[in-house]
């Protein structure tokens, strides 16, 4: 169907007299239904005054009922014998079984002998593991060479799953373990990776690439430097 043209004077003409039948009988229709419209606007109940605090008030005394037969129900239960399904039912003390860090494979109670301890035993488990008596050595050593600076770096050379058992801040799980990653056991021989880590590491920075790994000129007239 084509668009009606509303600059065609014959079209003007059509609208109007449209729009104009359309408000004579808009008019009409409430005029003849204009009691019913009265009828419908208008509130008949008397007004109560009501609240919102009376409404939640009249809603809770409506539960009262409910929260006193769950509060008589509750107590017959809780007067009740339980009943055993099993003859042995799991306490704290079997929750270390399978899962201490001798069995799950983090330590040795050769190395750590905290670590030896029965499963009766409900003590926390270490936190870190057990520091290299030469290592220690250097707190009790004289300064300039020794001392507590020298410790904390030779410290932080360490990897923390060196130092700890498990990750004790989210920063440590980024470099959590680096060395059980698939990169790091397949690290390639040469190649790209082998010259960005020579060239972040090196004094200079890195290097531009050399001359003939750049694009030949193109044929034609070129200006020469």
């Known amino acids: 169907m084509p668009i009606a ?3 065609n004077p014959a079209t003007i003409k059509f609208l109007v007299e449209s729009y104009d039948k359309t ?4 008019l009409k229709w409430n005029r003849l239904h204009s009691d019913k419209l009265k009828d419908a606007a208008t509130l ?15 809603c809770m005394a409506g539960g009262m009922a409910t ?15 339980p009943i055993r399904d099993g003859v042995h039912i799991p306490g704290v003390a079997n929750m270390k079984k399978g899962h201490s860090i ?8 050769k190395d750590d002998p905290r670590l030896a301890r029965p499963d009766t035993d409900l003590t926390s488990d270490p936190i870190m593991r057990p520091i290299d008596p030469k ?21 932080c050379r360490k990897m ?17 373990r680096l060395g059980d990653s698939y990169f790091r056991r397949n690290a390639p021989k040469c190649g790209r990776v082998w010259r960005l880590t020579r060239d972040v590491k090196s004094r200079t920075g890195p290097h531009p ?3 003939h790994y750049k694009d030949s000129d193109p044929p034609g007239v070129s200006k020469c430097i």
């Open 209 to 211: 690439d050399p001359p």
């Open 5 to 7: 043209d509303i600059t």
């Open 67 to 81: 929260i006193a037969r769950d509060f008589k129900v509750s107590g017959y239960n809780r007067r009740r014998t």
């Open 44 to 58: 008949h109940r008397d007004e109560k005054g009501y609240f919102d605090t009376d409404v939640l008030e009249e």
């Open 135 to 155: 290592e220690r050595n250097i707190l009790y050593d004289d300064m300039p060479f020794y001392g507590r600076a020298v410790y904390l770096k030779s410290r």
């Open 160 to 176: 923390p799953e060196k130092k700890y058992y498990f990750s004790e801040c989210s920063g440590w799980e980024y470099g959590w």
């Open 102 to 109: 001798v069995e799950v494979g983090l330590g040795d109670p």
């Open 23 to 26: 408000t004579r009988l808009r």
